[in-house]
């Protein structure tokens, strides 16, 4: 049986996060061990535990985004607001998911990955609020839109795969057979200020 290259990319990215979780929360525990101790008040530890705690929470994000998702899955408000809390603390964009249930991971991975998309659109900071009604998700985006590579984002809306990619744009790709996974189509609402993703 050979697997879609779709999947396997799929399998990877859960791979990957799943073997890079590990590490991370040890050197985690390690430095709350540290900060126990007479080295506790030291800004230099202050800042690798701030740095591990980002990476800890990013590659959580990316297990969501990039890794294996199926329709048996859901995740669950709480933790879906605790990573995007962890992974935008301290940043110009500002990300709040009002999503108030369990949702199926393959919805939210798409909803993880427009947030991406978004993130570029907005490189001054923002302010990102995600809903849903039940039936429709719906994504806004508030602040000065700046889109670096329109071919990209005209993909996000027309569902079509970039023709162009490099290492930092590789989630447009994703984009289509996210929805397709979720079972969904995008319909996009922007102008200069204002992003609106409804899915």
Request: glycine fraction near 8%; proline fraction near 6%; include cysteine.
């Amino acid at each position: 049986m050979r697997h879609s290259p779709k999947r396997i990319a799929d399998l990877l990215g859960s791979r990957l996060c799943h073997d890079l979780i590990s590490p991370i929360g040890a050197v985690c525990n390690g430095v709350e061990l540290l900060a126990m101790g007479p080295m506790g008040n030291l800004p230099e530890l202050a800042l690798i535990s701030d740095s591990i705690e980002a990476a800890n929470f990013r590659v959580q994000f990316y297990r969501v985004a990039y890794g294996l998702a199926s329709d048996d899955q859901a995740l669950s408000e709480g933790e879906a607001r605790r990573i995007l809390a962890g992974v935008y603390k301290g940043a110009r964009l500002k990300v709040d998911w009002a999503v108030k249930a369990p949702m199926p991971r393959p919805e939210v991975k798409l909803a993880f990955l427009l947030i991406q998309c978004i993130e570029d659109a907005l490189p001054y900071g923002g302010n990102v609020r995600i809903t849903h009604n039940g039936m429709f998700w719906r994504i806004e985006a508030d602040g000065r839109i700046k889109i670096k590579d329109q071919a990209l984002w005209d993909g996000i809306c027309s569902g079509a795969e970039p023709e162009e990619l490099s290492p930092n744009s590789v989630h447009y790709a994703l984009i289509p057979y996210a929805l397709e996974d979720a079972g969904r189509r995008i319909i996009c609402n922007n102008s200069e200020d204002h992003i609106e993703l409804t899915f």
